[in-house]
């Protein structure tokens, strides 16, 4: 086994690595931006080393610095977390040329997996259905090809991305119309009038399945995550098992993604995520070759430690577990708190966190990647914190969500807490009746309504009250005074927060 | 004592007078009412108004107020004078979120029309473009490139 890890990240996530490697008796590294240092990452692991200025490209994705860091403190292993370098092969393949260990898959899965392309046919050649779709060809080509999959289709430039010039459509009059204008939008923008259509799935979830593989063939199933309440494909709130599919499907789902990690010899954590039709269809979307934000739902159902079976089949090459030990047990459903505002186009906040207070339900886990007076700087993701509950079924499990989110309480920075109490007692929440467009397409504009109608009158008195006791009654910590009268607004940055040493924690 | 507080676009005022042993007369939009309030330590007090009793807890941050009463969250923020005066006269542009300054595309006066991006802002890999409200001149720049900034600030001046 390692005897030190080197944490490629920050936030939340770095401190649940480090939780993991501290109870596994390894020694852990932080690593830290001077726009980060301080930072509750940096506190909680054993050694700190500051990599660069504030932005991500000169910090948290410079290999160089990192590689730096690592060779330095010597560690052993590196973990990526998720985002930054998590996904990137290039440096995967950089720390093993490093003689270091990669805590996740090989850099050519790695490379693999982030080419759509490549992933979907990798998942056809284990028998996984991947969403239908047909390439090139002429018109009356792609109508036979519609026929065949079935209307509604979606229409794309074959060599486009990003949606440019995406086209749905519902019938042969209308297809034959899209492909026309289709292809001429593709050949002025792409010089290359090759169109691609592809099934449009109508009112779809997402559902994901997490798998561990040794690297040398065999792979193990830790079952679903439900993750279709999402704002602009990014996940709010995740579960498991999922609501919305039955024992037959979870199998199924299971089998395919087992299929498709054994095929490829996938080593390590892994997440394949489908898109589920309403009907029961699933077709592979795309696989995640690292640990997945919401990894603690499917740790609290099934008791087992996703990041130390990591650390375990990077230091051994072998799945601690078998199948059978893998059991999922009552139901788990996870917030994510974010520093966004979301009444206001949920734009990024950033700033100081004067007041932290997290829930003490001894069924709710809660990831924090802050405490009180920490500094969220304006570069990163704006994740604070996911907030875990679990319960004997789903319902119980809710109800304390939505109970754990009441005694939440962050002041100092806008967050989405808000979204997040309303989503929890949201009917449709409730009843699990709702897909991946739902939050967009009928749950936010009344949301937002009820967010920026007047504050009542009784938050007015109150906050006029706590100016008028003074401080017994009200938590300041800017020192500007209680009235700041022609005081320019304090500059968030020019306060860095607390200062610790290193390694002093 | 009067005390103003921006909620979204709306102004709104509390006037509140002591009456003593914790008790406050309160005149809220005309309305007159009577509340007490029991201090409880740590930014937080006991609020017994018409509606029944409620713990509140209020936290400043520059001039924004977090207020939490019982479980819900709200945020406004005071208004002083000079930052009444400033919005009402300098026709400024302020952060909408806090950031980097990214690019400034005009300088003090340049004469710039409605809509005409005046300076872009970055926070957490989303781009902020700050434009001209209405047709005018640029009367000064607050912000250089890759600044940082707080939320609020007034980066461009018009007049």
Redesign the interface.
């Known amino acids: 086994m390692f005897s030190k890890v080197l944490i490629a990240n920050r936030g939340e996530i770095a401190c649940r690595i480090a939780a993991t490697l501290r109870e596994m008796a390894i020694r852990s590294v932080a690593v830290c931006s001077e726009a980060d240092r301080g930072a509750l990452h940096t506190r909680v692991a054993d050694e700190v080393v500051t990599i660069g200025p504030a932005e991500s490209r000169a910090s948290y994705l410079n290999v160089a610095a990192i590689l730096e860091a690592a060779k330095r403190a010597k560690a052993e292993a590196i973990h990526p977390g998720y985002g930054f370098l998590a996904e990137n092969a290039a440096f995967a393949e950089a720390v093993e040329n490093a003689g270091l260990v990669f805590i996740g898959p090989s850099p050519e899965h790695v490379r693999a997996m982030g080419d759509k392309r490549a992933a979907r046919a990798l998942a056809e050649s284990a028998g996984v259905p991947v969403v239908p779709g047909a390439e090139g060809g002429d018109t009356d080509g792609l109508v036979r090809a519609a026929k065949a999959m079935g209307y509604p289709v979606m229409l794309k430039a074959a060599l486009g991305g990003g949606g440019k010039g995406m086209q749905v459509a519902h019938d042969e009059a209308q297809l034959r119309e899209a492909i026309e204008s289709a292809g001429r939008l593709a050949l002025s923008a792409f010089g290359d009038a090759a169109l691609y259509l592809e099934k449009r799935l109508e009112r779809p979830r997402h559902v994901e399945v997490q798998v561990l593989g040794d690297g040398r063939g065999e792979a193990i199933s830790l079952f679903e995550r439900e993750c279709s309440l999402q704002r602009r494909h990014q996940k709010v709130i995740e579960e498991s098992p999922s609501p919305g599919v039955d024992d037959a499907a979870r199998r199924a789902l299971s089998q395919a993604a087992i299929a498709l990690a054994r095929r490829v010899s996938y080593r390590g954590a892994g997440t394949l995520e489908f898109l589920v039709a309403p009907g029961g269809a699933f077709y592979f979307l795309e696989m995640n070759t690292r640990i997945q934000v919401e990894h603690p739902v499917t740790e609290r159902v099934t008791g087992l430690d996703l990041v130390r079976l990591q650390v375990e089949i990077a230091a051994t090459g072998e799945l601690p577990i078998a199948q059978a030990d893998v059991v999922s047990r009552g139901h788990a459903i996870e917030a994510r708190l974010y520093a966004e505002d979301a009444a206001h186009g949920f734009l990024p906040q950033a700033g100081t966190a004067l007041k932290v207070r997290w829930p003490r339900d001894p069924f709710v886990r809660v990831d924090a990647g802050i405490e009180a007076g920490d500094t969220v700087p304006v570069h990163y993701d704006p994740i604070l914190a996911k907030i875990i509950a679990q319960g004997a079924t789903r319902e119980e499990a809710l109800d304390r969500l939505a109970t754990a989110l009441d005694e939440t309480c962050v002041h100092g920075v806008i967050t989405n807490l808000p979204f997040l109490k309303a989503l929890a007692r949201a009917g449709e929440v409730r009843a699990a009746r709702f897909d991946t467009e739902w939050i967009e397409r009928e749950f936010l504009a009344g949301f937002t309504a009820v967010a920026t109608a007047p504050v009542p009158e009784r938050a007015l008195i109150a906050a006029a009250l706590a100016e008028a006791m003074g401080p017994a009654a009200s938590a300041s910590v800017d020192g500007a005074g209680p009235e700041g009268e022609g005081e320019p607004v304090p500059d968030v940055f020019a306060t860095v927060g607390r200062w610790r040493l290193p390694g002093l924690e | 004592?009067r005390?103003a507080?921006r909620?979204?676009d709306?102004d709104?005022e509390?006037e509140?007078t002591?009456l003593g042993e914790g008790r406050?007369r309160?005149v809220?939009?005309g309305a007159e009412s009577e509340?007490a309030?029991e201090?409880l330590?740590?930014?937080?007090?006991r609020?017994t108004?018409a509606?029944g009793e409620?713990i509140?807890?209020?936290?400043?941050?520059?001039?924004r107020?977090?207020?939490?009463?019982d479980?819900?969250?709200?945020?406004?923020d005071?208004q002083?004078?000079?930052r009444r005066r400033g919005a009402g006269a300098g026709g400024g542009l302020e952060a909408?979120?806090?950031?980097?300054v990214t690019r400034v595309l005009v300088a003090p006066g340049e004469t710039v029309k409605r809509g005409q991006p005046l300076m872009a802002l970055e926070?957490?890999?989303?781009e902020?473009v700050i434009r001209a409200p209405a047709d005018g001149t640029i009367k000064s720049v607050r912000a250089a490139a890759g600044q940082?900034?707080?939320?609020?600030?007034p980066l461009v001046e018009m007049e």
Do not use: S
Request: proline fraction near 5%; glycine fraction near 10%.
């Open positions: 004592m005390y507080f909620d979204e709306r709104r509390v509140l002591p406050w309160v809220v939009n509340v309030a201090a330590g740590e930014g937080r007090f609020l108004d509606e409620a509140a807890e209020v936290t400043t941050a520059g001039d107020r977090f207020v939490r009463l479980t819900l969250e709200f945020v406004i005071r002083t004078r000079a909408p979120m806090p950031g980097v926070a957490m890999k989303m902020h940082l900034v707080a939320g609020g600030v």
